[in-house]
């Protein structure tokens, strides 16, 4: 089981990035797939997740409306658009799979494997 992360960069604020969190080894399907991030001293928190029973998707208040998660069922992978990105959207940020259908309104302990992490800077 491996997930790679991919996609991060530097973006001045207001501009977009789209990370990918790709599976190699195993299918995606039939798991929920969370994006987190941390930012320097901070907790690591829940920022978007596709439910895997029915493709539900969930995202954080302060990414709603901005950030879209979204699976690519061709590549295996999942895709995290960030728009009108903010300063404050820096930090890394982590893919991770559960086999929980609840696990994108559960405990970040619920998610089995997690991918490296690709790092976000906002800044101008």
């Known amino acids: 089981v491996q997930l790679q992360a991919s996609g991060g960069g530097l973006v001045q604020p207001g501009g977009s990035l789209r990370l990918s969190c790709a599976a190699s080894?195993?299918?995606?399907?039939?798991?929920?797939i969370g994006w987190f991030r941390q930012a320097p001293g901070k907790e690591r928190e829940r920022v978007s997740c596709?439910?895997?029973?029915?493709?539900?998707?969930y995202s954080a208040d302060s990414v709603k409306g901005r950030f879209t998660i979204s699976r690519d069922s061709a590549k295996n992978a999942v895709n995290l658009q960030m728009n009108s990105l903010k300063p404050e959207d820096t930090a890394v940020y982590y893919c991770a799979i559960s086999r929980s259908i609840y696990a994108c309104s559960g405990s970040q302990a619920d998610f089995i494997s997690w991918g490296q992490g690709t790092l976000v800077t906002v800044s101008s």
């Open positions: 080894g195993f299918s995606l399907r039939g798991y929920s």
């Open positions: 596709i439910r895997a029973s029915n493709s539900a998707t």
